[in-house]
Nanobody
């Protein structure tokens, strides 16, 4: 079992930055694909960013490309999401997710919530205009 705990959310003005963290415990996540998703009130959960377990391939939603950066620190068993130039439409609860070990997929599957087996409880990000 993998437990994921997100932190780093908060209230920020438009144009500001936040860095989300997702601390994993129970198992290493260095050999797992991991992703960030978000869900705004009344909307479905949507893909934000993901990275493969091997290599350095990363994937981003078009809406965040160039503003957000996903990364991991394997020594700390932690996933990060650096969010810059935040916009009011980025307001949502942000969730991190982890896959089963050593799974590789076509690019589109990293964008689908059902690909991932473990989820955190989420952290609220609110961007004021």
């Amino acid at each position: 079992q993998v437990q994921l705990v997100e932190s780093g959310g908060g209230l920020v003005q438009a144009g500001g930055s936040l860095r989300l963290s997702c601390a994993a415990s129970g198992r290493t996540v260095s050999d797992r694909a991991m992703g960030w998703f978000r869900q705004a009130p009344g909307k479905e959960r949507e893909f934000v960013a993901a990275l493969r377990w091997s290599g350095s391939s990363t994937y981003y939603a078009d809406s965040v490309k160039g503003r957000f950066t996903i990364s991991r620190d394997n020594a700390k068993n932690t996933l990060f999401l650096q969010m810059n130039s935040l916009k009011p439409e980025d307001t949502a609860v942000y969730y991190c997710a982890a896959d089963s070990p050593r799974q590789t997929y076509s690019t589109n599957l990293y964008r689908i919530p059902s690909t991932y087996d473990y989820w955190g409880q989420g952290t609220q990000v609110t961007v004021s205009s």
